[in-house]
């Protein structure tokens, strides 16, 4: 009996153990995630997308040059003014003043100078008489001409017609010469400033980068498009992030108020003003798609079922995070990070970027 029960527990031992050796055999491979990049031309790399900010194209931080007590001060912030508007006046007593006081020294010494010449062509005075009276007509003719240029200083008027963008000071306060109150910005065209990594700006032709123009999108409205052309850039890197501020100008939108500070992105075709053009196989791949296996470069490729095979790409150079590469099409798929995990025949599916990420 005890053989009998020994020998049945054997079998379903046995039995037990083929199926799940069955099912192990049976049992589908595991597909793994990864990051899936589409392989892009050069020239598709080349179009960059800068962010960047609205900053006037004119603009000028205005100030008195003669002190005194501020006795007008007709506009606010956010006023339209035209070129030649008074903005702003000061107490004009003591300038009338010093103008009538300089110009009746003026007359005082015109008619002495008259009166010399008139003598010394009759011989009854010198010649260094009359050089003396002449010398004290031009003082004379100049103290009248600062006096009225310093009359014509208590009004601050408008050099463009613009927006007054600030007002930093209240009317009857005394304002200091030179000392900017008054911001004006113009409200014609307007300027995109956006920074240009260090790497990248010495791969263009600063000669060809003046013909480049660009597509503005706004960030309140992301599906209007507004055009804008090269204007300037910086000679000098910042210190701190080594990128140079360049500068695009596009016309005031008419659909909406294009204002200082709003927040926009640039998207710019570079190809044109590149120093070294790439040639047409060369394509751009993500910088963590490459990696050496026995000397030489490979990527990952992905077939249409997602079967990743080693492929052989021949490296031209890195260009911020990616690679230029030869030996792989334009429009192909490959792996873009964590080649080192995965095997040869081996099928992934697309990495899903969890919520919050």
Not at 310 to 335: F, Q, T
Request: net charge negative.
């Amino acid at each position: 009996m005890y053989r009998l029960m020994m020998l049945i527990t054997s079998v379903l031992i046995l039995t037990a153990c083929g199926e799940e050796a069955e099912s192990l055999s049976t049992q589908e491979p595991v597909v793994r995630p990864a990051k899936i990049a589409v392989v892009q031309g050069a020239e598709q790399q080349a179009r960059r997308i800068f962010p960047g900010t609205i900053e006037a194209a004119q603009h000028s931080a205005l100030s008195f040059r003669v002190s005194g007590e501020l006795t007008k001060l007709p506009v606010q912030a956010g006023a339209r003014v035209v070129k030649g508007q008074v903005l702003a006046e000061l107490d004009q007593s003591d300038y009338k003043n010093t103008l009538a006081d300089r110009q009746a020294k003026y007359d005082l010494a015109n008619i002495q100078y008259k009166q010399i010449k008139s003598l010394l062509e009759k011989n009854y005075a010198s010649q260094t008489k009359l050089d003396e009276v002449r010398a004290n007509l031009k003082a004379a003719q100049s103290a009248l001409a600062i006096a009225r240029d310093n009359l014509s200083y208590t009004k601050l008027v408008a050099p463009f017609d613009g927006v007054v963008a600030r007002v930093d000071v209240e009317n009857y306060q005394s304002i200091q010469a030179l000392k900017p109150i008054i911001e004006l910005q113009d409200v014609g065209d307007v300027d995109i400033v956006f920074n240009v990594p260090e790497a990248l700006l010495t791969q263009i032709n600063p000669q060809t980068a003046r013909d480049l123009c660009g597509v503005v999108r706004f960030d309140s409205r992301p599906d209007q498009e507004f055009p804008a052309c090269y204007k300037k850039h910086d000679s000098v890197p910042d210190t701190l992030t080594r990128t140079y501020q360049v500068v695009f100008t596009m016309p005031q939108g008419s659909s909406f108020s294009v204002l200082p500070g709003m927040s926009v992105s640039i998207e710019v075709n570079l190809a044109p003003a590149l120093l070294q053009p790439a040639a047409e196989t060369v394509v751009s791949v993500p910088l963590g798609s490459v990696f050496e296996r026995g000397g030489k470069e490979y990527v990952w490729l992905l077939d249409e079922a997602l079967v990743a095979s080693l492929h052989p790409v021949n490296v031209i150079s890195i260009v911020d995070d990616h690679m230029l590469v030869e030996g792989v099409a334009s429009g192909s798929k490959v792996i873009a990070a964590g080649v080192s995990y995965v095997q040869e025949g081996q099928q992934v599916r697309p990495l899903a970027k969890e919520r919050g990420l």
